[in-house]
Nanobody
Framework: QVQLVESGGGLVQAGGSLRLSCAASGSIRSINTMGWYCQAPGKQRKLVAVITSGGGTNYADSVKGRFTISRANAKNTVYMQMNSLKPEDTCVYYC????????????WGQGTQVTVSS
């Protein structure tokens, strides 16, 4: 069984920073893409940033230049450094990973709340 456990969310003032972490554990053979998604109340979950196993990255336009995604493959962990936070970044952030146990499938974390006050 695979689990994704997130940490690092919280309340911060506009202009501040947070660092999210997500660690995968369980019967993992390999991990392909890892990423972070955001879901605000009443809205669809949307991509924030993803990183491939080789380190290639992709970001939503709204966070380019402010957020940085990285990963530690040996620890099966993905991070997201969030700088210059804005109130519109307020969201529940979910970690996602494409993990191979037998076959590849998507796994999701439980979500971590980020609230940015103005």
């Amino acid at each position: 069984q695979v689990q994704l456990v997130e940490s690092g969310g919280g309340l911060v003032q506009a202009g501040g920073s947070l660092r999210l972490s997500c660690a995968a554990s369980g019967s993992i053979r390999s991990i392909n893409t890892m990423g972070w998604y955001c879901q605000a109340p009443g809205k669809q979950r949307k991509l924030v940033a993803v990183i491939t196993s080789g380190g290639g990255t992709n970001y939503a336009d709204s966070v380019k230049g402010r957020f940085t995604i990285s990963r530690a493959n040996a620890k099966n962990t993905v991070y997201m450094q969030m700088n210059s936070l804005k109130p519109e970044d307020t969201c529940v952030y979910y970690c996602n990973a494409q993990i191979r146990t037998i076959d590849y499938r998507d796994y999701w974390g439980q979500g971590t709340q980020v609230t940015v006050s103005s």
